[in-house]
């Protein structure tokens, strides 16, 4: 008895079930604006089947793209006239992401087992053409959104973009000739870092690691990100995790070690970050890593090693004038060193130190006369008056107590 019972509970749900579909079906097909079916699709949608669930966000893509495709023919419309008609651009924008976003939701549950257990899509091959249109609409669409400091419809837009073209709705689809995909990535990761999305702002930036053009700015994005992050000390460990996971993937990238040594720097980490330079200049030497050497040297008062690393970095860009500044600095105070130590005579290595100081801070002064990289005046009068060159020293006078 109790089985028969269930039997015909069973019975009776699945003929209400049935009704319920038949009503949805009728009540969505006859819906004639966006958002109404958009009600009547949420109302019903926890007792829906998948291909009920994908009918009905089918109808949001039609009556969506209606809304778009009239708004686009008269824009488009007026670029061949040269009119001026007017057309309601914002609801073409959300109506075009409405269409992309229903057409995604739509596939998700067309690409499900019927009632006969088979995936048999009904609406596609349909939707992935339909829609590209409204897609690509958003490149535009964000940008302008941007341009207004509307950073939360930017993130939106581009954003979409990017995320729709891993989607299966685009599976079939060929993107061979979107070779600006990366450059639309970073656009989202900008906008969502000005939206202070800092977790979409990394994911979005890491699209773009292996773009020649834009990893490098990506990355900043996204370190950007990260630190903004920083509230506890747990947030510090999981930097510093992420900084030294990132380091590993790219050790020859100079931002990552340069970030990872500034994290040691702060939170005084001494011997991590020495035994950081020393690993990079060995296995990874860059004009970063021997300016770095030659810092940590420097601070440690080791004057010979810290310009034996940074001549290995002007050896490498010759233009780096902080480095060649620090050189200066390094050689005037291992002149010093060795005066002090004759009996405050100036030895043959004594005025070597003191020439060489000096004729870098010449190439300096000749590549940054108003001293706006690098102050190299009081500097070089001490060299002058440490070499015992008065005169030069006294042309200097003014402008060191400037």
């Given at each position: 008895?109790?089985?028969?019972?269930?039997?015909a509970?069973?019975?009776?749900?699945?003929?209400?079930?049935g009704?319920q579909?038949k009503?949805?079906?009728?009540?969505?097909k006859?819906a004639?604006?966006?958002?109404?079916?958009?009600?009547?699709?949420?109302?019903n949608?926890?007792?829906?089947s998948?291909?009920?669930?994908a009918?009905?966000?089918?109808?949001?893509?039609?009556?969506?793209?209606d809304?778009?495709?009239k708004?686009?023919?008269?824009?488009?419309?007026?670029?061949?006239?040269?009119?001026?008609?007017?057309?309601?651009?914002?609801?073409?924008?959300e109506a075009?992401i409405?269409?992309l976003?229903?057409?995604?939701?739509?596939?998700k549950f067309?690409?499900?087992?019927?009632?006969?257990?088979?995936?048999?899509?009904?609406?596609?091959?349909?939707?992935?053409e339909?829609?590209?249109?409204?897609?690509?609409?958003l490149?535009?669409?964000?940008?302008?959104?941007?341009?207004?400091?509307?950073?939360?419809?930017?993130?939106?837009a581009?954003?979409?973009?990017?995320d729709?073209?891993?989607?299966?709705?685009?599976?079939?689809?060929?993107f061979s000739?979107?070779d600006?995909y990366?450059?639309?990535?970073?656009f989202?990761?900008?906008?969502?870092?000005?939206?202070?999305?800092?977790a979409?702002?990394?994911?979005?930036?890491d699209y773009?690691?292996?773009?020649?053009?834009?990893?490098?700015?990506?990355?900043?994005?996204?370190?950007?990100?990260?630190?903004?992050q920083?509230?506890t000390k747990?947030?510090?460990v999981?930097?510093?995790n992420?900084?030294?996971a990132l380091?590993?993937?790219?050790?020859?990238?100079?931002?990552?070690?340069s970030l990872?040594?500034?994290?040691y720097?702060a939170?005084q980490?001494?011997?991590?970050?020495?035994?950081?330079?020393?690993?990079?200049?060995?296995?990874?030497?860059?004009?970063?890593a021997?300016?770095?050497?030659?810092?940590?040297d420097?601070?440690d008062?080791k004057?010979?090693?810290?310009?034996a690393?940074y001549?290995?970095?002007?050896?490498l860009?010759?233009d780096?004038?902080?480095v060649?500044f620090?050189?200066?600095?390094?050689?005037?105070?291992?002149?010093?060193?060795?005066?002090?130590?004759?009996?405050g005579n100036?030895t043959?290595?004594?005025?070597?130190?003191?020439?060489?100081?000096?004729?870098n801070l010449?190439?300096?002064?000749?590549?940054?006369?108003?001293?706006e990289?690098v102050?190299?005046a009081?500097?070089?009068?001490?060299a002058?008056y440490?070499?015992?060159?008065?005169?030069?020293?006294?042309e200097l006078?003014?402008?060191?107590?400037?």
């Amino acid at each position: 008895m109790k089985k028969m019972i269930m039997m015909a509970v069973a019975a009776l749900v699945a003929v209400s079930a049935g009704a319920q579909n038949k009503d949805f079906q009728k009540l969505i097909k006859a819906a004639g604006a966006y958002q109404e079916a958009l009600g009547v699709l949420n109302s019903n949608l926890s007792g829906l089947s998948a291909e009920d669930k994908a009918l009905g966000y089918n109808k949001l893509v039609d009556l969506a793209l209606d809304k778009f495709n009239k708004e686009n023919n008269i824009q488009l419309t007026n670029q061949v006239t040269q009119k001026n008609d007017p057309f309601d651009k914002a609801g073409m924008i959300e109506a075009g992401i409405n269409a992309l976003k229903a057409a995604m939701e739509c596939d998700k549950f067309d690409q499900m087992p019927n009632a006969k257990g088979k995936v048999a899509p009904k609406f596609h091959k349909k939707n992935a053409e339909r829609v590209i249109v409204a897609r690509n609409a958003l490149l535009s669409a964000g940008q302008d959104l941007y341009n207004d400091k509307n950073y939360q419809a930017a993130q939106d837009a581009f954003g979409l973009f990017v995320d729709s073209r891993k989607n299966s709705l685009f599976s079939e689809t060929d993107f061979s000739k979107e070779d600006f995909y990366t450059q639309i990535a970073y656009f989202a990761a900008l906008a969502a870092y000005n939206n202070h999305d800092f977790a979409a702002a990394s994911k979005y930036a890491d699209y773009c690691k292996d773009d020649a053009n834009y990893a490098n700015d990506a990355m900043d994005v996204k370190v950007l990100s990260m630190k903004a992050q920083l509230k506890t000390k747990e947030d510090s460990v999981k930097y510093m995790n992420d900084l030294k996971a990132l380091h590993a993937q790219e050790p020859s990238n100079e931002r990552f070690f340069s970030l990872l040594t500034e994290y040691y720097q702060a939170t005084q980490d001494d011997a991590a970050k020495k035994a950081l330079i020393d690993e990079q200049v060995a296995k990874y030497p860059s004009k970063m890593a021997w300016a770095l050497k030659g810092e940590s040297d420097m601070n440690d008062s080791k004057w010979k090693e810290a310009i034996a690393a940074y001549k290995k970095a002007l050896e490498l860009d010759p233009d780096f004038l902080q480095v060649r500044f620090n050189l200066a600095l390094c050689e005037n105070q291992q002149a010093i060193n060795l005066r002090d130590a004759n009996g405050g005579n100036l030895t043959p290595d004594v005025r070597e130190y003191l020439q060489n100081s000096i004729d870098n801070l010449l190439i300096i002064k000749e590549k940054d006369p108003n001293r706006e990289m690098v102050n190299w005046a009081y500097t070089l009068y001490q060299a002058y008056y440490l070499i015992g060159d008065e005169a030069k020293a006294k042309e200097l006078e003014s402008i060191v107590q400037q």
